[in-house]
């Protein structure tokens, strides 16, 4: 079945350092993939999406691509702050409308 | 900005005893959903519901789980007979038509 694996946590990194949170999916046909966020205490948020190969998804200063020649969607920011500190989760959705979540990166930013 | 609200966000229960869920999806949404999130593991799908009927289930949902939307804006959760491995967080989420699933902040559920 369709799967996703990403990077094991937890990462720490110092403020300004740049990110990247590995993520590689298995699935048949096309996916639409997507980065969702958990802050401490707080539920799932949407941070970006990409629909088709090649797509760019970009919010806060987070980038990721959909690259289906290597089945990847890696998680970047240039330049990451202590409030990016947080529970980061790659996930598809295929045609059968249930989104599929990798296990999560917990990410902490030292000041 | 809409968005999708749960209530309680906390509930402590005895094991045996029946949980109900609440979700108020965002209000032009056709698609809802329920996932959970075990402590510390993946958030994993429950069930999926349109139309008044449910769409698909996982495997997790077993005959101790039902859906409901009573009305125009409710849509629920129940468990009938919490055991200890329901402890987890349970989200809701809801869509419109091709976009993108949006989730509520969560229930924390704690079955003793």
């Known amino acids: 079945g369709d799967s996703v694996t990403q990077m094991e946590g937890p990462v720490t990194l110092s403020e300004e350092a740049f990110l990247t949170i590995n993520c590689t999916y298995t699935?048949?046909?096309?996916?639409?993939l997507f980065w969702y966020v958990q802050y401490p205490g707080e539920g799932l948020q949407l941070l970006l999406k990409?629909?088709?190969?090649?797509d760019k998804g970009s919010n806060k200063g987070f980038e990721a691509t959909y690259r289906k020649e290597t089945t990847s969607f890696h998680l970047e920011k240039g330049s990451v702050q202590v409030s990016d500190s947080a529970v980061y989760f790659c996930?598809?959705?295929?045609?059968?409308?249930?989104?599929?979540f990798g296990k999560g990166t917990r990410l902490h930013i030292l000041p | 900005e809409p968005e999708v609200t749960q209530t309680p966000s906390h509930q402590v229960t005895q094991m045996g005893q029946e949980v109900i869920l609440r979700c108020v999806p965002i209000?032009?949404?056709?698609?809802f959903y329920w996932y959970r999130q075990i402590l510390g593991q993946k958030v994993e799908f429950l069930v999926s519901?349109?139309?008044?009927?449910?769409?698909?289930k996982s495997e997790i949902f077993d005959d101790q789980f039902s859906v409901e939307r009573p009305d125009g804006s409710n849509f629920t959760l129940k468990i009938r007979s919490t055991k200890l491995e329901d402890s987890a967080m349970y989200f809701c989420?809801?869509?419109?038509?091709?976009?993108?699933?949006?989730f509520g902040p969560g229930t924390r559920l704690l079955v003793l």
């Open positions: 989420a809801s869509r419109f038509f091709q976009e993108t699933q949006y």
């Open positions: 699935a048949t046909g096309y996916p639409s």
């Open positions: 990409a629909t088709k190969a090649d």
């Open positions: 996930a598809l959705m295929n045609r059968d409308d249930k989104i599929i």
């Open positions: 209000s032009n949404h056709l698609y």
């Open positions: 519901f349109y139309n008044n009927e449910i769409s698909e």
